[in-house]
């Protein structure tokens, strides 16, 4: 057994982690390829190996000097979360010896970096994930700039994913799609982030990963049906359950539609008709539910799934016998269900069969442990016969699982779900009468428990596997085949790892016959063509070819690198590396290049490929990733520190230069008496002015819990959350005014009659949108407990001249930095409006009314006028925590930049991150500097204006930029065009900061060089360029499909009559030889040119520039 030929070899080199579900090695089709990759395992590993011994006795002798990297301490992190996962895969063959150091020098040796990456692409393919984990991550650990590999990327991404380990596969999988747009597997990764995103509750982003997935039209390892699947239950799970119903029916009468998403459908449906009251009356729905489920079982007979909720159905309809029996069934497809197990103690509950119902929910208990349904039968059970010790134990765990609750579930039938009534509710109603439980029957929940407990590590795979739901239906595991589906997963995988000490064995005899055919140098340089796939192949496989026939002599020239000094094979590697993966290297593109240049040193690109990644920072520079914190520990009083603020005494006051200053010094300031001095009439923003003037604008209405200002519970108040909810619709001024005023009134009668008259003053009925990011589902309840629900204008745009004339001429009294219009404001250069931004928005609030947790848009400053009668209460981090706060919202399973999230603030001071808390008074400004983190309250009820500015510094605009590639990578729109800003910008200003124009000219370019690039590609593709020109005050251009800012060269496609521009890695996908797409310029390249070469900097006359 052996590689036998040239083919063979040609074929290993080309396997990566590409290949991943398209690959199905379990065919028996495929085992020649399959032992092809076990050998190649097998050579790479005993060069890992053989070159250990060799270096062992060297590296002792060097030191710890050389080469650290920064990159593996960074990600000492991934290792760290996963080293529950690491720790098993340390003992598989691959690990190195446990003296192996992975931090600083670590003698890399003879053996490629390369060799890890393959090694774990190879165990990859073979759905090995510990073993594929393991090596990824040393990879990782030893390769600085990993990330230039993106079949790494993507093939660490697949692991984590195949892990649930959701955080890190997400960020590595937006890494590659920020570093490489047109990723040959994109559609791959927007599927599974679309996945993600929905079990983290972040239903807008998966819904446009699911959209991005379904437009590409690459070859994928999943059908369209199975997309949209996946997006009608994306509706469900935020119970938009029309239009799921809607989406799923449509899918059904597809003709293509397979056995199995069939059967998922109907299971979909018919559990939704059971559950949901809005789909009709009680009667008929369970009917239609039983049709449905009974139809999901004939499409798929073996999914115990359908014949649990089948057993729900009949249990709810009383139809006793049937339940039992579709239980039953489901048990004997799917034995290992906690659910059906807890369902069937429920049903002998109710039957008045303690002692079954026990043995029922001790089965549901061990088969998972976290069951909290389950947990509370048996405590309803303990405590209905009076063993009242036993049924606080079993609350106690259940109130744990509360606690413990991870994302919602993809399915309805998982126990934490809101659309499921639990059972233990109804075996509550029912009030059932036990008769006593013996105290034997007991003693076997605790033994088996101790022996649970020694399992601990199945019990974590369990939990690894749970997360994205035990169901044997899951269509995901269907796409990749490989993959044993659902909690079968762990206990496979511990199979296969405990079955791993025999296989070592069977690869060592195999290895040891390998040993007799080439001697230990040839295999490591057979190691090397193994897994050289990006290099030159002719040479390697005439390398290889050498040291194969040559069997008694070494080859050469893999001697000469073998043997040659430890640190220059490093840095030759590395240089190596460098140029192999990253063509783009070779011209250098700077700021001091004329646009001539720039034009020649693209025509040395590759450009029939197009530009791999426009981003303004520099090339071989990694994926932009949030700061950390400052490292400087603070004291209990750094923690909470004043707030800069100054006091005006008159109009001098506000138009000293000194003002500007301080606001520019602090990340946040206030000035007092703003409105005073200036004598601002603030009365034209009063709510009885606004009503006077516009009766009829539009308000959009945020509907929130009233809490207290440093407090945030979740909807059952019973613990301190992040997430705070929100949920939107809209109204007019003169309709919230009369809440506003009303809420006054009833304030006012509280003060002697303490009811709940507040709560009364608004229904929920009028919600059309509820927006939640969070994982919780909304009740359009009161909540329990009595808590206020209010509601908070926002939003309200005072953009229109026409209808808000003299409130826009009163804030031109404001001194120019806090304008909304002046030409030392950058959002004046956009040269088009962005609501909210560049024009006045108002806020309309009563007391409790809560703008949660943010930076502004692209990190730009804001200015925010308090209108009163009442105060507002704020609280600020300085912007260079936001990296502390990002992870804490992480932590708290909350998108950072979708979710709407307030602070807890112990937690802040726990991570060492300050907060300014400050009253803002009427009359008083608070200037946000660039990317302060900032949230607020109302204390009463008050108006407030906002806008935003852009001082003409090198902070704001390097954070405006940073902002705009974070929100590239994390797919959310930059809402100011950074692009065409700067472009606008070096039109229209002149710039002597050095700092700032070297920025400025930087983003122009990368962005010239990227326009030349793309023309030319989309030249060498035979498409026309077509000259459009821009209308006057025309908005910038996003791309329709993944909203990322489309600059000059626009790729027009028509889509349902509409003409829709994309961006070229999109258009790319829709139509990888650009037919039937019009390509579109908005200036002509002389004319960028000319702006380009025109911009230089500005020496300001008598102050000498030290640059
Ligand atoms: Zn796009």
């Given at each position: 057994m ?55 006795s ?28 690491e ?48 090596a ?25 994913f ?48 699911f959209?991005?997935?379904?437009a ?137 069969q ?6 029922a929910?001790?089965?549901a ?50 126990h ?9 509710k ?25 022996q649970?407990n020694?399992k ?88 290889f ?29 590395k ?70 603020s ?20 602090h ?67 003169a ?41 919780i ?15 908070f ?35 004046s ?14 806020y ?42 990002h ?15 307030w ?142 800012e489309?600059?000059n ?59």
């Amino acid at each position: 057994m052996f590689l036998n030929s040239i083919d063979d070899l040609y074929i290993v080199q080309e396997l990566d982690s590409r290949y991943y579900g398209f690959l199905n090695l379990t065919d028996p089709k495929n085992n020649g390829i399959k032992d092809l990759i076990q050998q190649s395992i097998t050579i790479l590993q005993d060069e890992v190996a053989s070159s250990h011994s060799i270096n062992m006795s060297k590296q002792r002798d060097l030191q710890h000097a050389n080469v650290k990297c920064d990159v593996a301490v960074k990600y000492e992190e991934h290792i760290k979360e996963n080293s529950g996962i690491e720790s098993h895969a340390c003992d598989s063959k691959l690990a190195l010896p446990s003296d192996f150091k992975p931090k600083g020098n670590i003698g890399v040796g003879e053996v490629d970096i390369e060799t890890y990456c393959k090694l774990g692409h190879l165990h990859l393919l073979l759905t090995e994930y510990y073993e594929a984990l393991s090596a990824y991550q040393k990879y990782m650990r030893l390769c600085p700039k990993y990330w230039n590999n993106h079949s790494f990327l993507y093939g660490l991404g697949i692991v984590y994913f195949e892990f649930r380990c959701f955080k890190w596969s997400i960020k590595l999988f937006q890494e590659l799609l920020y570093l490489n747009p047109y990723f040959v597997c994109a559609n791959e990764i927007h599927l599974r982030l679309g996945l993600m995103l929905k079990v983290n509750g972040d239903f807008r982003s998966a819904l446009k990963h699911f959209q991005l997935a379904l437009a590409d039209s690459s070859p994928s390892t999943f059908s369209d049906l199975q997309v949209k699947f996946q997006i009608a239950h994306l509706y469900e799970v935020q119970n938009k359950h029309k239009a799921a119903k809607e989406s799923y029916e449509f899918i059904l009468n597809d003709k293509n539609i397979s056995l199995d998403l069939k059967a998922d459908i109907y299971r979909q449906l018919g559990w939704m008709y059971h559950c949901v009251e809005c789909l009709g009356e009680k009667k008929e729905r369970e009917s239609k539910a039983l049709r449905f489920l009974q139809k999901s079982i004939e499409a798929e007979p073996k999914c115990g799934q359908s014949l649990y909720l089948l057993g729900r159905c009949y249990a709810g309809v009383n139809k006793v016998h049937d339940a039992f029996l579709a239980y039953r069934n489901s048990v004997e497809k799917s034995e290992g269900n906690a659910d059906t197990w807890c369902s069937i103690g429920v049903l002998y509950q109710q039957q008045n069969q303690p002692t079954d119902a026990l043995q029922a929910y001790i089965c549901a208990v061990q088969l998972d442990k976290d069951h909290k349904s389950a947990w509370t039968n048996l405590g309803i059970l303990y405590e209905s016969c009076g063993q009242l010790r036993d049924a606080y134990a079993c609350y106690l765990n259940a109130v744990k699982q509360i606690s413990n609750q991870g994302p919602p579930p993809p399915y309805p039938h998982n126990h934490g779900s809101q659309t499921n009534p639990t059972p233990a509710k109804r075996a509550k109603d029912d009030n059932t009468e036990m008769s006593t439980i013996n105290r034997s029957e007991k003693l076997e929940i605790n033994t088996q428990f101790s022996q649970q407990n020694k399992k601990i590590f199945s019990v974590q795979q369990d939990k690894l596997g749970l997360q994205l739901t035990a169901s044997n239906c899951h269509p995901l595991n269907k796409m990749s085949s490989s993959v044993t589906p659902g909690s079968d997963v762990s206990s496979e995988r511990i199979n296969t790892y405990s079955s791993d000490a025999s296989s070592t064995n069977i690869i060592k005899e195999e290895s040891t016959d390998l040993e007799q055919h080439v001697s230990s140098n040839n295999q490591v340089s057979l190691g090397r063509s193994i897994i050289a796939c990006s290099q030159n192949s002719s040479e390697l496989i005439e390398d290889f070819n050498q040291s194969y026939s040559d069997n008694s002599k070494n080859s050469v020239k893999h001697e000469s690198s073998t043997q040659s000094n430890d640190d220059s094979y490093i840095i030759e590697q590395k240089t190596k590396n460098e140029y192999d993966l990253d063509p783009d290297i070779s011209p250098k593109f700077n700021i001091h290049m004329e646009s001539k240049q720039l034009w020649s040193a693209v025509q040395l690109l590759p450009v029939h490929e197009p530009p791999i990644n426009f981003t303004v920072f520099l090339r071989n520079s990694p994926p932009p990733t949030p700061p950390d914190c400052p490292p400087q520990k603070l004291s209990r009083e750094q923690l909470l520190p004043p707030t800069p603020s100054v006091h005006l005494e008159n109009k001098k006051n506000a138009f000293s230069p000194q003002l500007q200053e301080f606001c520019l010094k602090h990340p946040i300031a206030v000035v007092r008496g703003l409105a005073g001095a200036l004598k601002l009439d603030l009365g034209l923003f009063s709510t009885k002015t606004l009503v006077e003037a516009n009766p009829d604008h539009s308000v959009e209405v945020r509907t929130q819990v009233n809490q207290s200002p440093d407090e945030n519970w979740d909807i059952s108040q019973a613990k301190r959350v992040w997430a705070c909810i929100s949920h939107r619709s809209h109204t007019t001024i003169a309709k919230y005014a009369q809440y506003q005023a009303s809420s006054f009134q009833d304030s006012l009668k509280d003060e002697g009659d303490k009811g709940s008259v507040g709560s009364q003053v608004m229904s929920d009925s009028d919600s059309k949108d509820s927006v939640s990011n969070s994982n919780i589902n909304l009740k359009r309840k009161k909540t329990k407990n009595g808590s206020k629900m209010l509601r908070f204008g926002t939003n309200v745009d005072l953009s229109d001249e026409r209808k808000w004339k003299p409130q826009l001429s009163e804030l031109q009294k404001l001194p120019a930095f806090a304008r909304v219009i002046s030409a030392a404001n950058m959002l004046s250069h956009v040269g088009h409006v962005i609501l909210g931004m560049n024009t006045v928005q108002l806020y309309m609030k009563v007391p409790g009314s809560r703008t949660p947790g943010h930076q502004e848009n692209n990190n730009f400053c804001s200015i925010n006028i308090n209108i009163g009668p009442g105060d507002c209460e704020w609280f600020a981090v300085p912007d260079s925590y936001w990296g502390g706060i990002h992870n804490l919202c992480e932590k708290n399973n909350i998108s950072y930049l979708h979710g709407s999230w307030w602070p807890v603030l112990e937690d802040l001071y726990k991570e060492n991150i300050p907060v300014y808390r400050f009253i803002q008074k009427p009359g008083d400004l608070v200037w946000v500097n660039a990317g302060c983190v900032h949230w607020v309250q109302s204390v009463g009820w008050c108006n407030n204006i906002a806008w935003n500015v852009g001082p003409l510094t090198a902070r704001q605009y390097s954070l405006a930029i940073e902002r705009y590639e974070w929100n590239k990578l994390q797919s959310f729109k930059s809402i100011v065009p950074m692009v065409h800003l700067s472009w606008n910008l070096a039109r229209n200003i002149k710039v002597s900061d050095v700092k700032l124009f070297e920025l400025i000219k930087m983003c122009l370019c990368q962005s010239l060089k990227n326009v030349f690039h793309i023309q030319e590609f989309v030249k060498s593709k035979g498409v026309e360029i077509r000259f459009n020109g821009r209308g006057k005050n025309e908005a910038s251009h996003y791309c329709g499909q993944c909203e990322v800012e489309v600059f000059n060269v626009l790729f027009i496609r028509e889509q349902e009559k509409r003409h829709v521009v994309h961006c070229l890695p999109c258009v790319l996908k829709l139509s990888p030889s650009l037919q039937g797409i019009v390509c579109l310029e908005e200036y002509r390249l002389s004319e960028l040119e000319h702006v380009y070469d025109s911009f230089t900097l500005y020496r300001t006359q008598g102050l000498g520039q030290t640059h």
